[in-house]
């Protein structure tokens, strides 16, 4: 099961936030950015609901804008492909999982025991649930719909620590030759998925792969190094990520957030 992009360019109502990247994702992948960074559009490019200026996007193969061949290729965690029907959240996820021949009791279980009863998925649309709520849903939806291709866009996001180490487990837990993407911008995922292969990304431009494991040992030192793994140029200066023992930068784990990348430029 393999994404593969060649010379993408992509973005929204003429803006490219995607900028000629060219990459194959198999496996299980960790695609680590700031906010802003272009992970997102990323994913919506790879699912076809973003502008695709130039380049070819493969999934399995198929370019993704055959659309009618995909249903069952790629699945995510992206909250716009589950508002598309007015529906309750319970009538939600039966539809979906019979489109994409996912299984609808492993789903719901879940869901149930982050909280979420079944009296009140009936009542409420996928819009009225909390952030959190929410998360969980799709992010949950996409694991049961056992797709061969899932990306996950921030699937720990406002959840609190403990539903956080519950549903990456369940999302580590993932069996089969299926490709996983998970996008963070938490450096902590590094150390636990440090068998993963991992790419990093700002401004539209991704670097990689590498293992995570050795991308977590990583160092950051301000400006260009000379005996960089790569200069990250970002808006506000440059970047520079070298292995442990060069340089006197700071361990990329100590981050937390790869937000705080810009507070090193102040």
């Given amino acids: 099961m393999t994404i593969k992009l060649i010379d993408v360019n992509a973005g929204y109502r003429g803006k490219t936030v995607i900028d000629h990247i060219t990459a194959v994702f198999d496996n299980r992948v960790l695609l680590l950015g700031p906010n802003g960074a272009g992970k997102t559009t990323l994913f919506r490019a790879i699912a076809g609901i973003a502008d695709i200026y130039s ?39 039966r539809l979906y999982m019979d489109i994409m021949d996912g299984d609808f009791d492993y789903a719901l279980n879940i869901i149930e025991n982050f909280g979420l009863s079944r009296q009140r998925l009936r009542e409420k649309k996928l819009w009225e649930l909390s952030a959190g709520q929410q998360k969980v849903f799709t992010t949950v939806a996409t694991i049961a719909s056992k797709s061969r291709n899932m990306l996950f866009d921030e699937p720990l996001e406002q959840l609190d620590p403990s539903k956080k180490v519950k549903l990456l487990s369940i999302l580590t837990s993932i069996e089969g030759p299926n490709t996983v993407i998970v996008a963070t911008h938490e450096t902590w995922f590094m150390n636990r998925l440090a068998e993963w292969s991992a790419y990093i990304m700002f401004r539209g431009k991704i670097v990689g792969p590498l293992p995570a494991r050795d991308l977590a040992e990583m160092r950051i030192v301000k400006g260009y190094y000379r005996d960089a793994i790569t200069t990250i140029d970002t808006e506000v200066g440059k970047i520079s990520l070298v292995p442990p023992g060069v340089g006197e930068g700071k361990p990329l784990t100590d981050l937390i957030s790869l937000d705080k990348l810009y507070e090193m430029l102040i």
């Fill in 55 to 93: 380049g070819t996007i493969l999934i399995d193969g198929i370019d993704v804008n055959k659309a009618s061949a995909m249903t069952r290729l790629l699945a995510l965690n992206l909250p716009e492909v589950y508002r598309l029907l007015p529906i309750d959240c319970y009538r939600l996820l």
